[in-house]
């Protein structure tokens, strides 16, 4: 997605802060190869299932809906539309400074569950602190450019089961997950009700973990929504600066 298209997004178009793996990496091949879609180049394909879910008689792409529409990827911030005499190219520039100032690391991650859906998770306490830094550093830095919902909106999205810390959060920042509640995943499943089915993508993907080695933390990108329903796109990649020229 280029700018020239950015310039004619709907007014309800949304951006997204999400973490990417580097595009020649092989992160970024196995988790498009997974949901079956490329989020960059828009390139759909035939997402291989694994023997322990084949097995179940189940097929990957009909349990990767969800993940699939939002592209691979992990929230640092959540989707947002631009707030009144924002444009997408004050996001860019905003998310560009930001990124000029993180420092790129490896985390070690795994497979595990996450209520009824199945996600990657960083392995190791200490690197899910240092991913809760990155996303609370990067929710400051958009957080003037990002519209805020209604006090109506926002007391509908008040679910069951929210603590009441969650809520502080919603009505704080349009979103309970963030901050001190964010937890850093990146998505592999739908919600499903059967564990078995659970088990076996949690499975396949440790396995998959194995020969891929740490994820490389080494830059984010802007996603777009360009209107509500339709596939998250990748619209700029954000590299993070170099260790050395990290103040």
Known sequence: MNDGMMATLKPDARLALYYASPVASAWWQAGCEWLGRDAQTGEAFDTPTPFALAALGVDAASVTKAPRRYGWHGTLVAPFRCAAGVTPLDVLSAAQHWSRHQKPFDVTMKAEM???FVALRAAHAADDETLRSVAASA???LAPLRARSSVEEIERRIAP???DRQVRLLREWDYPYVLDEFRFHMTVSDSLEHPEMRTAIATSWTDRIATL???PFSGAALFVEPEPGAPFMLWQ?????RA????
């Open 213 to 215: 080695g740490a994820l």
């Open 161 to 163: 089961g929210m603590s």
């Open 244 to 247: 050395k020229d990290t103040v």
């Open 139 to 141: 929710l400051h830095a």
């Open 114 to 116: 996450m209520g009824r």
């Open 237 to 241: 990649r954000l590299p993070f600066a």
